[in-house]
C-alpha cells in the first residue's frame, strides 16, 4: 500500500496564510489554516494507507487526529523539504499539502500497478499532489518552489516516468481562492470557518 504524506505548518498566526491578510487578520488566517489542515487529515485518515505520515513545520495541536506519525521538517527551501520528505519511504508514496481541503479520499487512493508517478497540477501553477512508485529524493531538488512555473518544472522532473495525471485543484492562497474551495467542499470544517468569520465581519 501507499504512504500518504502530508507536508504541513503549525497553523499559528503570522506564520500562516499570509496571502489572506488582508482582508483578513493574521488570527483569522491561522483559524483558515487549521480548518483547511483538519479537513485535509480527515481526508487521508479515512483513505486506506500503508502509513500516515505528517511533515510539520511547527508542534502538532488537537487538530491531528490518530493514526499519523509526525516528523519534523529538514531545514532549507521547499524542495529541500519535500525531498527529505519521501526521502523518508522505503515504497510507493503520494505527498500532498495543506491546501486542497476540498481533497476526497477517492482522489488519493492510488495505485502504481501501471505507473511510476502521480501529479496533481494547481491551478495556481504549481502541484498539489506529487506520487512516486520508488521515491527518489533527486526529483525534487532544485525545482524551483512557490512561482508560476512550479508546476511544469517539476512536471519536466517526472518525464523518464511513465505518469498518471491527477485533476487540477486549486490551492488556497488568497480571499478568492478561499471563497471558490469551500463552494467545492461545502461540508467542511473550512466552509464552516469561512462562513462563521464571514458572519463575524458584518
Known sequence: MTTLLVIAKEPRPGRVKTRLTPPFTPEAAAALAEASLADTL??????PARRRVLVLEGAPGPWLPPGFEVVQQCAGGLDERLAAAFAGCDGPALLIGMDTPQVTPELL???FADCEAYFGPAEDGGFWALGLAEPDP???RGVPMSTPHTGAAQRARLSGL???ELPPLRDVDTAYDAELVARAAPDGRFAAELAR?????R
Not at 480527515?42 to 483513505?47: K, L, S
Open 138 to 140: 533527486a526529483l525534487l
Open 42 to 47: 480527515d481526508v487521508v485518515a479515512r483513505t
Open 109 to 111: 487512493t492510488v495505485d
Open 162 to 164: 511513465r505518469v498518471r
Open 197 to 201: 468569520l464571514a458572519g463575524v465581519a
